[in-house]
């Protein structure tokens, strides 16, 4: 009786254990990681919706070989290094595993329809991931970063490892051009700086030397650092003005240049801000104007030119 009780023991037990092993292979074998797997030179649209209670929408839509920026009347060419930097991760995006189907579980992983993002892309008139983009998590002790993310028609909360998931929780400011000039530090020959008042200050290069007026040899070294600032400086805080009409021109600083197909002429518009004065616009990116207070972006333009004139001011 005993030999027979263990046996049934025995027998139950490796029953018990192989059923373990089919349900963990059943359920290995059934997770796809695969969220999105898109050809990057046939998408055409992406239509972002951020998460939380006020909804920002906008889109990127290829225009030949370009991109735009799209929200509401507002289009501007689209910085596309920023563009690829997202469609690289979208041609192949997986999951490291599923956390949870159930959806009173959504709320802890941000996930729910009114807390998640959302992207939604296409080729041409087919659409090939809708994707909602939930929690982002970094661990201090581990330095990794993850997300969660679920496919809109599906109910698995998927983690995905790395920067990818934060990359999709995109925002219409992080695709405008933010430049303000595209010329070398080297091919600049003349700054001419003006008011609106009509007052002049002209700085120029002669036998690969720079001069004030023609006649006052510049310092090299602080000259070449300040120059070196200006052609890398680029604009960050962006005013929600599309046009510069009706604006009060300050100042303006007309930089010309070998390579140049024209001059620039980056302009300073006062403005009733007490914490950004002034607002900045470069007619080589003419579709953006930028907030600046008089230590920022204002400063390393205009401020900084002065240090360069006879009475430094």
Same mark, same amino acid.
């Given at each position: 009786m005993n030999n027979r009780l263990l046996l049934i023991i025995f027998a139950s037990g490796l029953l018990l254990f192989f059923a373990g092993k089919f349900i963990r292979? !059943?359920?290995?074998?059934?997770?796809?990681?695969l969220i999105t797997s898109v050809?990057?030179? !046939?998408?055409?649209?992406?239509? %972002?919706?951020? +998460?939380?209670?006020?909804? &920002? &929408?906008?889109e990127l839509k290829r225009s030949g070989k370009t991109w735009e920026a799209i929200r509401g009347d507002n289009k501007v060419?689209?910085?596309?290094v920023r563009v690829k930097t997202l469609l690289t991760p979208l041609s192949n995006l997986n999951a490291s595993r599923v956390v949870t189907t159930e959806t009173a579980k959504y709320a802890e992983y941000e996930i729910t329809d009114e807390q998640a993002g959302r992207v939604t892309i296409w080729e041409g008139n087919k659409q090939v991931a809708d994707i909602l983009v939930g929690g982002f998590r970094f661990d201090q002790a581990t330095r990794t970063a993850s997300s969660y993310v679920r496919k809109s028609d599906r109910p698995e909360v998927y983690v995905i490892d790395g920067?990818? +998931?934060?990359?999709?929780k995109a925002r219409f400011d992080q695709f405008r051009n933010k430049q303000l000039l595209n010329v070398k530090p080297e091919d600049v020959t003349k700054l001419e700086w003006s008011?609106?008042? +009509?007052?002049?200050?002209?700085?120029?290069?002669?036998?690969?030397?720079?001069?004030?007026?023609?006649?006052?040899?510049?310092?090299?070294?602080? %000259?070449?650092?300040?120059?070196?600032? /200006?052609?890398?400086?680029?604009g960050?805080?962006?005013?929600? /003005?599309?046009?510069t009409d009706g604006l009060t021109l300050a100042e303006k600083l007309t930089?010309?240049?070998?390579?140049?197909?024209?001059p620039t002429i980056i302009s300073a518009y006062a403005q009733a801000d007490t914490l950004s004065p002034f607002l900045i616009h470069s007619t080589f990116n003419p579709m953006s104007i930028f907030n600046s207070d008089s230590?920022?972006?204002?400063?390393r333009i205009f401020a900084d030119l002065r240090q360069f004139w006879p009475d430094g001011k």
């Open positions: 292979g !059943t359920r290995t074998a059934s997770f796809d990681p050809d990057t030179n !046939t998408v055409d649209h992406i239509k %972002f919706v951020s +998460g939380g209670t006020i909804k &920002e &929408e906008f060419t689209a910085d596309s920067f990818a +998931g934060m990359g999709l008011d609106a008042v +009509g007052n002049k200050q002209v700085l120029q290069k002669e036998d690969g030397a720079w001069y004030y007026a023609g006649m006052e040899a510049l310092d090299s070294t602080s %000259f070449d650092a300040f120059l070196s600032a /200006l052609v890398a400086t680029q960050s805080s962006l005013s929600d /003005l599309s046009s930089i010309t240049g070998n390579n140049m197909t024209q230590v920022g972006l204002y400063k």
